[in-house]
């Protein structure tokens, strides 16, 4: 069966040329044009990635992208305004994984939508069934899952490719460059913001002091390490 790609935009000749595209490769996609008709689509089917608009009717993208990411980590790419570096970072504040400018060329959006995809599949085949412990911190790699004490935290995909990736090399430092290579691949055309964007929000899910980090820590002038 085909990948499954939601596609969410208020311009309805955008959407048609998108889900076009991406059927003449094999994937199923379905479609919104407003906030709302896309969290609740996202709420009954697990995607393998959302297109995702920032203006939308109803909802904006990024409220969409936030309330998503409440019960799943399924990959966001955020389409955003071109040269408006605000709306990227907001959109990796909300929890996407990439974001595409627009006007886009409808190449790079099926080369970048297969790049999340191939990074994901191979994860999934990469994943050891293994649950690994520091004090109170438990990741469960089979399952994905992140746990403090008790309580579950939900990680978007990419902090928890980044937590996973820093936890199984303890105290080996990575540039924000080399995270960014490693995480989100060589041809991601994004900054070390990004990087940046992602630890922070990953010491505010998983550390009890986010200044004061207990896990994620760095190396000022050089990059991120896990402390164990």
Same mark, same amino acid.
């Given at each position: 069966?085909?990948?499954?790609?939601?596609?969410?935009?208020?311009?309805?000749?955008?959407?048609?040329?998108?889900?076009?595209?991406?059927?003449?490769?094999?994937?199923?996609?379905?479609?919104?044009?407003?906030?709302?008709?896309?969290?609740?689509?996202?709420?009954?089917?697990?995607?393998?990635?959302?297109?995702?608009?920032?203006?939308?009717? /109803? *909802?904006? &993208?990024? =409220?969409?992208?936030?309330?998503?990411?409440?019960?799943?980590?399924?990959? $966001?790419?955020?389409?955003? @305004?071109?040269?408006?570096?605000?709306? /990227? *970072?907001? &959109?990796? =504040?909300?929890?996407?994984?990439?974001?595409?400018?627009?006007?886009?060329? $409808?190449?790079?959006?099926? @080369?970048?939508?297969?790049?999340?995809?191939?990074?994901?599949?191979?994860?999934?085949?990469?994943?050891?069934?293994?649950?690994?412990?520091?004090?109170?911190?438990?990741?469960?790699?089979?399952?994905?899952?992140?746990?403090?004490?008790?309580?579950?935290?939900?990680?978007?995909?990419?902090?928890?490719?980044?937590?996973?990736?820093?936890?199984?090399?303890?105290?080996?430092?990575?540039?924000?460059?080399?995270?960014?290579?490693?995480?989100?691949?060589?041809?991601?055309?994004?900054?070390?913001?990004?990087?940046?964007?992602?630890?922070?929000?990953?010491?505010?899910?998983?550390?009890?002091?986010?200044?004061?980090?207990?896990?994620?820590?760095?190396?000022?002038?050089?990059?991120?390490?896990?402390?164990?």
């Amino acid at each position: 069966m085909g990948k499954k790609v939601l596609v969410v935009d208020d311009e309805k000749l955008i959407v048609k040329g998108i889900r076009f595209s991406l059927e003449q490769d094999g994937m199923e996609v379905d479609c919104a044009y407003d906030g709302e008709e896309a969290l609740e689509a996202a709420k009954k089917k697990e995607y393998d990635v959302v297109l995702l608009d920032v203006m939308l009717p /109803k *909802i904006t &993208g990024f =409220e969409v992208c936030q309330q998503i990411r409440e019960f799943s980590n399924m990959p $966001i790419i955020m389409l955003t @305004a071109k040269g408006d570096d605000m709306d /990227k *970072i907001l &959109g990796l =504040e909300y929890g996407a994984d990439d974001y595409i400018t627009k006007p886009f060329n $409808i190449l790079e959006v099926k @080369a970048r939508i297969k790049a999340i995809m191939r990074r994901s599949t191979k994860k999934a085949a990469e994943t050891q069934a293994k649950v690994i412990k520091f004090e109170d911190l438990k990741i469960d790699c089979e399952s994905r899952r992140v746990y403090v004490g008790n309580k579950e935290v939900n990680l978007t995909a990419k902090e928890f490719d980044l937590l996973e990736l820093l936890i199984f090399n303890p105290n080996k430092v990575y540039s924000r460059e080399n995270l960014l290579n490693i995480v989100w691949g060589y041809d991601y055309p994004g900054d070390v913001r990004t990087v940046d964007v992602h630890i922070r929000r990953l010491r505010e899910k998983i550390e009890d002091n986010p200044s004061e980090p207990k896990y994620i820590h760095t190396k000022w002038g050089v990059g991120y390490f896990f402390q164990n």
